[in-house]
């Protein structure tokens, strides 16, 4: 029998010292590091030769641990729950820690040691909620170009000319379009777009390589045969088809669900002597997203759909599809529109399946169709960013993903005024809601949320000391806030001056907002559940 390793229980009674004492530790390095004024943080990641510099909120809860193991379980806590915001919206690390540190660290009086506990959870959970449905009503949707490049400019970072080049490719693609990020060390970064659309299967069999070197079939202005029936040459239809094509000397390349084997052998006889440059795709049809291929192919290359027994009797050549260019691979396929008159139609199929994601519910759905979308634009942006080592090309490529990631949920769900604006005018008037609708415990909830929203602007706003008065300027810099009631303004710290969000690009998205409130009182309420910690 193997000896298992001993754990030890910490009681109840201990608990909450750990906790405080854990949140408190890693509350002072993000309170250094928070804002324009916050410094950085150096770190001896024991996995490296060289020392890492931080100043990213969730990098820094990821890395830090003490030799305390109870204080790390509650570190690894606050870690997973933050990095699933900064992968969703990009956004706000540490803003939700200063918010969520305030919730736990006063919860513990009045939860834990309250009898009515269940009262207070209530007023901190319909706080939150009519906060988010004021914040919502007054997020404000991006609609012009330069209200996007403004926000491009607050996410991504200006090395070697990034937030040029991120401009310039959604200038080429819309501000919705397909966007990848490559590494490209030894060089300078750039912009490359590919425009097609891209099926991800490819030639059925490699005897229809026409370049044997880079293992591709390359065709120049081909006819394209899409059906979803079962490709057969017992009935002639096949073998009619083909016949006018030879003479034309075009490339044929056949997408079907199926094909019989004695059709596939005709196929690859006709490529190899030379007789037809011809290939075939294999695109079963198991899911309906299968289907949809079918569908939008036809529709980018501009043939008919033979859906039926009775359409495949009476094809003609008419009713095949053409492109300017394919080029297939063992694993994919991409196709070059050959008619511009196309747009139009497909543009309306795009607007469609847009309005068919504002509509539903279903996440899964809304990936397919948003993959849809994009993939009938036609167009991707693939932007290389270069570096002089691997590890510079690394960390900017991170940043800029991230960027990207916060730039795009801006999208989604509109803008706020950021650096704290947002909370501050969002706490007056949610403190007039809650008084008149909660009394007691509920109130001393609502009361905790309204605190803990301050509580980032307090901590911008200490970093700015001014000796010449005895007044704290945060507190005068608030109610200057207060007073402020145009959306289209927010604060900057640095100078203590109200500007234009749109000026200053100090703004912040609705949907990093809203993760972030959801996940801080989501994470309070777990970590007051805890009655004993075995490690």
């Avoid at 024991?46 to 931080?54: E, G, S």
């Avoid at 991170?398 to 706490?427: M, N, T």
């Avoid at 402020?484 to 949907?511: A, C, E, P």
């Amino acid at each position: 029998m193997k000896p298992t390793q001993k754990q030890y229980i910490i009681p109840s009674e201990h608990v909450q010292s750990y906790v405080e004492d854990g949140i408190k530790k890693l509350g002072v390095m993000i309170e250094e590091t928070y804002g324009p004024s916050g410094k950085n943080i150096l770190l001896d990641s024991k996995k490296a030769n060289n020392p890492d510099i931080l100043k990213s909120g969730s990098k820094i809860i990821r890395n830090l641990r003490t030799a305390n193991p109870a204080q790390n379980l509650i570190l690894l806590m606050l870690e997973d729950s933050f990095q699933k915001i900064n992968s969703t919206s990009g956004d706000g690390t540490k803003t939700f820690f200063l918010i969520t540190s305030y919730l736990i660290l006063n919860g513990f009086k009045y939860i834990l040691q309250n009898s009515h506990a269940l009262e207070t959870k209530i007023g901190i959970t319909k706080t939150i909620n009519y906060a988010l449905a004021i914040l919502q009503d007054k997020s404000i949707p991006i609609t012009t170009k330069e209200f996007w490049n403004k926000v491009i400019e607050r996410y991504i970072p200006n090395d070697d000319n990034l937030q040029f080049i991120f401009k310039e490719a959604f200038e080429k693609i819309g501000k919705s379009g397909d966007l990848k990020i490559k590494t490209e060390t030894g060089k300078n970064s750039d912009l490359i777009i590919e425009r097609g659309m891209q099926v991800n299967r490819g030639f059925f069999s490699p005897y229809f390589i026409t370049d044997v070197e880079k293992m591709v079939v390359n065709f120049e202005n081909p006819y394209i045969l899409i059906t979803s029936q079962k490709i057969t040459i017992e009935d002639g239809v096949l073998l009619n088809l083909l016949e006018p094509i030879i003479y034309e000397k075009r490339p044929l390349l056949i997408i079907s669900p199926e094909i019989e084997e004695q059709a596939l052998s005709s196929l690859i006889l006709n490529k190899v002597n030379g007789i037809l440059d011809v290939a075939y795709i294999k695109v079963p049809q198991v899911f309906n997203a299968d289907k949809t291929i079918f569908e939008d192919l036809a529709l980018y290359t501009n043939a008919k759909l033979i859906n039926s027994f009775r359409d495949w009797k009476a094809i003609q050549r008419s009713d095949l599809g053409q492109a300017e260019k394919v080029l297939l691979t063992k694993t994919k396929s991409i196709f070059w529109s050959k008619f511009t008159n196309q747009e139009k139609a497909i543009q309306k199929k795009c607007q469609e399946l847009k309005q068919q994601i504002l509509i539903s519910d279903s996440d899964y759905e809304n990936e397919k169709r948003e993959n849809r979308r994009k993939n009938l634009s036609g167009a991707t942006a693939i932007i290389n960013i270069g570096g002089v080592t691997d590890l510079e090309t690394y960390e900017r490529r991170s940043r800029a993903e991230l960027g990207l990631i916060g730039a795009k949920a801006c999208l989604y769900e509109g803008v706020l005024p950021g650096g704290g604006f947002s909370f501050v005018h969002l706490s007056e008037e949610v403190e007039n809601w809650s008084r008149s609708n909660f009394y007691g415990d509920a109130l001393t909830g609502s009361n905790l949320v309204i605190k803990s929203l301050i509580k980032p602007i307090q901590v911008l706003l200490t970093q700015e000391v001014d000796r010449s008065t005895i007044i704290p300027k945060y507190l005068t810099s608030i109610d200057e806030i207060k007073k402020i009631k145009d959306i289209y303004t927010s604060y900057n710290i640095k100078d203590h001056k109200i500007v234009s969000i749109l000026d200053s690009g100090i703004l912040d998205s609705f949907k990093s907002i809203r993760l972030g409130l959801q996940t801080s009182v989501s994470l309070t309420y777990s970590i007051l559940s805890i009655a004993s910690m075995i490690i």
